[in-house]
């Protein structure tokens, strides 16, 4: 296996101002894109709020975007309909939804974006969010990633984008991460640990990132207490293992 893989952290954010056409100002940086991974990832971004702040209302023409929140308290519009969102909620909106966030709490916003290519024109406008575990395809699901267990993007999303999970490691447990078929990133929300790939070991904590591009592959070992990441998981069809 390749032993390449992407390690960015959010300590040197970009500072925005007026973010989707929103007054105020806000922090935002990029953590992966599609150059050196061979999957259809558009972006993954950590962005920002201050309390108060807002990014604005808008709609994708052409991609699809998963949101994950890491901290603090908010409420997301979804083609007009408010939804209340904390640490661990997780969003899918699909291709030519109107979305926007804000930020009610007292602290910080933060939250991780995942925008990909859509494969599909969007469908239909309806105002109804569904839970994941819904059996047909709506335009957006609103979960709680640690409550409700994985999330498989599929159920809205048309693009590559599979399972989205929290996982959460014993003291000195680890995991063994394949990108076969497949591409992974994990952005690391509580404890310390490792992640190993051949002979390099990064150190991870809350704000380290990591992306492993197809033919790579990696250990993740927990520190003393405990180690806790998101993770999600990218399908790269055969045509595109070049």
Same mark, same amino acid.
């Given at each position: +296996?390749?032993?390449?893989?992407?390690?960015?952290? !959010?300590?040197?954010?970009?500072? =925005?101002? *007026?973010?989707?056409?929103?007054?105020?100002?806000?922090?935002?940086?990029?953590?992966?894109?599609?150059?050196?991974?061979?999957?259809?990832?558009?972006? =993954?971004?950590?962005?920002?709020?201050?309390? *108060? *702040?807002?990014?604005?209302?808008?709609?994708?023409?052409?991609?699809?975007?998963?949101?994950?929140? &890491?901290? @603090?308290?908010?409420? !997301?519009?979804?083609? @007009?309909?408010?939804?209340?969102?904390?640490?661990?909620?997780?969003? &899918?909106?699909?291709?030519?939804?109107?979305?926007?966030?804000?930020?009610?709490?007292?602290?910080?916003?933060?939250?991780?974006?995942?925008? !990909?290519?859509?494969?599909?024109?969007?469908?239909?406008?309806?105002?109804?969010?569904? +839970?994941?575990?819904?059996?047909?395809?709506?335009?957006?699901?609103?979960?709680? &990633?640690?409550?409700? *267990?994985?999330?498989?993007?599929?159920?809205?999303?048309?693009?590559?984008?599979?399972?989205?999970?929290?996982?959460?490691?014993?003291?000195? @447990?680890?995991?063994?991460?394949?990108?076969?078929?497949?591409?992974?990133?994990?952005?690391?929300?509580?404890?310390?640990?490792?992640?190993?790939?051949?002979?390099?070991?990064?150190?991870?904590?809350?704000?380290?990132?990591?992306? &492993?591009?197809?033919?790579?592959?990696?250990?993740?070992?927990?520190?003393?207490? @405990?180690?806790?990441?998101?993770?999600?998981?990218?399908?790269?069809?055969?045509?595109?293992?070049?």
């Amino acid at each position: +296996m390749r032993e390449s893989v992407v390690v960015a952290t !959010i300590h040197d954010p970009a500072d =925005v101002h *007026g973010v989707h056409s929103a007054e105020g100002h806000s922090r935002w940086t990029c953590l992966a894109r599609r150059t050196g991974l061979h999957g259809r990832w558009e972006a =993954v971004e950590w962005a920002w709020l201050p309390p *108060g *702040g807002v990014s604005g209302e808008h709609r994708h023409s052409r991609t699809e975007e998963l949101y994950f929140v &890491l901290d @603090g308290q908010g409420e !997301i519009t979804l083609d @007009g309909r408010r939804y209340p969102v904390r640490p661990g909620t997780t969003v &899918l909106t699909a291709l030519g939804r109107r979305h926007g966030l804000r930020n009610t709490g007292r602290q910080p916003l933060s939250w991780l974006v995942i925008e !990909i290519p859509a494969d599909a024109d969007p469908p239909p406008s309806t105002k109804d969010a569904v +839970m994941h575990n819904s059996a047909h395809v709506s335009h957006a699901v609103v979960a709680d &990633l640690r409550r409700s *267990g994985p999330v498989d993007a599929a159920t809205v999303l048309t693009g590559p984008l599979r399972t989205v999970r929290v996982t959460r490691l014993h003291p000195r @447990g680890t995991a063994e991460l394949a990108a076969r078929d497949v591409e992974h990133t994990v952005y690391v929300t509580d404890g310390v640990g490792t992640v190993e790939t051949g002979a390099t070991t990064v150190a991870l904590a809350p704000g380290v990132s990591v992306t &492993l591009p197809l033919g790579t592959g990696a250990r993740v070992r927990a520190g003393a207490d @405990g180690l806790e990441y998101f993770h999600a998981v990218l399908d790269v069809p055969r045509e595109d293992h070049q």
